[in-house]
């Protein structure tokens, strides 16, 4: 079992119009010192999934089924006392806006201070210097003054490391980003990804990172996880999902990333159709509607749900194409596009 | 910082300053403009058989025939450095802040509203503390249990609250609490908070509650819609990831949030309490700043009316000033701007 091991998750939440199955059998699992990048389009169900591992949806409408597994605890059926109390310590989080994440009335040393002594019972000088100690290692030049700073006198960069900051005050050993770098300048991105790789490697905890960004996730991941209207189309390695992918949403999402070496004159290969409902999601294959492929599995695209099956060496994909025929495509019609671009 | 506190104290003098001009401009120059002559402005200071020749002398005596910006003047150098009235026979001295006399009683005005500010006061802090009470954590519970029984109840309660007029409310409750019940001393009941501090509190209390019942239920629902709004913010998640537990994301990160609007408002209904609860001391027959108002309105009696409109007006000012700094200190994103 790895360090954290998420087994058929399903969060469903009631709403007046319908269940909305905003993940719905999901299994993953990762390891200390490891990172596993969980990519998709807006709903797919990255967030929940992420906010569900720190139990920030118990007692909640929510209806969570499944197994999260930390360091050999479930935490689904677990005490909301007791998750609470792993919370911050044991696993932390960083969002993706740090202004709107931030409390606009307490300055970052208030709040990194609180962080650590929720689970920590030091004084508040005790707690101040390690505060100071902590920007001062995500980068924030003279931190002993900016200790007492407001986060609306940080600059988008500046408060990220100082949002990373506060999640890594208490060393936890699972930290999940959910989208890190998304409210941020492009130059100031990579900033924080190297950031969050040194502290990765320092702290040794398992790093989820969650994004619609490939790059993002190119630049830290080793294993990456696809969604899809909540349900997971292709996991594997990064090698695997970068340079064997086999599900046509993979090749899609990588058709529509933007590259430097590429002709101004041409264009992206963008996903055709939006995202699925996640009420009424299609039947059979939810991204048949939006799949180039799909008349050639016939009736089942649309009648029977493709089955998450191992295509080779852990890598898993959920499609009703032969993995063949598969490999053929990828082979012969998307990768020389890709290449050629 | 301080170029802030200078700003805003400014600010409130300069208010102060256009408050008594509208003031004075509507008890004395509007009636000029609309035909009264000084003469006609003197005979109220006189009694009806007055002769012509007492009324001119009277006028002249008074000021009423200098120019307007004379007569403001004088008035304001009455309120700061007190004011001498001639009276033929002798001279009157009218010490600083001066409001003049008033023509019914021919009792100065300051002492007069330095006598019933205690009253209002009173009624106003008792009333403040139940409602800020009340009021917030009503909303907060309702807020956090949305859509609950308990949540009904108390909005509906409130809605109530905000519709129903004090001389309802007040009179309801005298007849049910005082009349029927006993409980509470029927209205008119005033013992000063030195002499008594049980008394003072025991026969307050039922304007205390039917003061605060209004002002709570517009302080509840503010709350709630404020709570509702703030607990959906990120940073109340960024809390919670923290592991704070939910009493302290409520009340640190959340109440914390949605209490700074409420500060503005309350300063301001604070400082329009002082200047005169109008309804509910009349409702009680409370001797505060508000029944006094009335009564110098039925009279006609201007300088009682001007003294307590400036008095309420300056207490307006200066409580917004108060939650001006105040908010400064709340919150940190006003102090760059």
Partial sequence: MSFLDVKDLKIHFPTDDGLVKSVDGLSFGVERGKTLGIVGESGSGKSVTSQSILGLHKGGRARLSGEIWLDGEELIEASTEHVRSLRGKKMAMIFQDPLSSMHPYYTVGQQIIEAYRIHNDVSKQVARKHAIDMLGRVGIPEPAKRVDSYPHEFSGGMRQRAMIAMALSCDPELLIADEPTTALDVTVQAQILDLMRDLQREFNSALIIITHDLGVVAELSDDILVMYGGKCVEYGTAEDVFYRPEHPYTWGLLGSMPRLDREPTERLLPIKGSPPSLINVPPGCAFHPRCPYAERTGDRATTEVPALAETEGGHLVRCHMSREERRGLWENEIKPVLETQ | ?337
Wanted: proline share 5%; charged share 10%.
């Fill in chain 2, 1 to 337: 910082m301080l170029t802030y506190i200078i700003r805003r104290l400014i600010g409130a003098f300069a208010m102060l300053v256009v408050i008594s001009m509208v003031t004075f401009g509507i008890f004395y120059v509007v009636p000029q403009w609309a035909g009264a002559t000084p003469e006609a402005m003197a005979s109220r200071y006189v009694g009806r058989a007055a002769t012509p020749e007492t009324v001119h002398l009277v006028a002249e005596r008074l000021g009423f025939y200098d120019p307007v910006v004379v007569q403001y003047g004088n008035f304001v150098k009455g309120i700061f450095a007190g004011a001498q009235y001639d009276y033929g026979a002798g001279v009157e001295h009218c010490p600083a802040p001066c409001f003049g006399y008033s023509f019914i009683t021919g009792q100065p005005v300051w002492p007069d509203l330095l006598d019933r500010l205690p009253v209002t006061f009173s009624l106003a802090i008792g009333a403040a503390i139940i409602w800020v009470i009340a009021g917030v954590s009503v909303g907060v519970l309702s807020a956090l249990r949305r859509g609950s029984f308990f949540d009904r109840l108390t909005m509906g309660t409130a809605l109530a609250g905000v519709s129903l007029p004090i001389f309802f409310t007040g009179m309801i409750s005298l007849v049910v609490f005082s009349y029927g019940l006993g409980w509470t001393p029927p209205g008119g009941a005033w013992t000063d908070f030195s002499a008594n501090p049980a008394e003072w509190a025991y026969n307050l209390l039922l304007p205390w509650i039917t003061l605060a019942f209004l002002f709570a239920a517009t302080y509840a629902r503010l709350t709630r819609a404020g709570m509702l709004e703030t607990m959906g913010e990120d940073y109340i998640r960024t809390a919670r990831a923290k592991g704070l537990r939910e009493r302290q994301v409520v009340v640190k990160h959340g109440l914390r949030a949605t209490l700074t609007p409420i500060l503005t408002l309350f300063g301001i209904d604070f400082g329009l309490l002082i200047g005169g609860a109008i309804l509910t001391e009349t409702t009680y027959t409370l001797p505060g700043l508000g029944q006094y108002a009335i009564l110098a309105i039925r009279t006609q009696d201007m300088p009682q009316v001007m003294g307590v409109v400036l008095v309420a007006a300056m207490f307006v000012v200066v409580a917004s000033l108060i939650v001006d700094l105040l908010y400064a200190v709340v919150d940190p994103r006003v102090r760059l701007s």
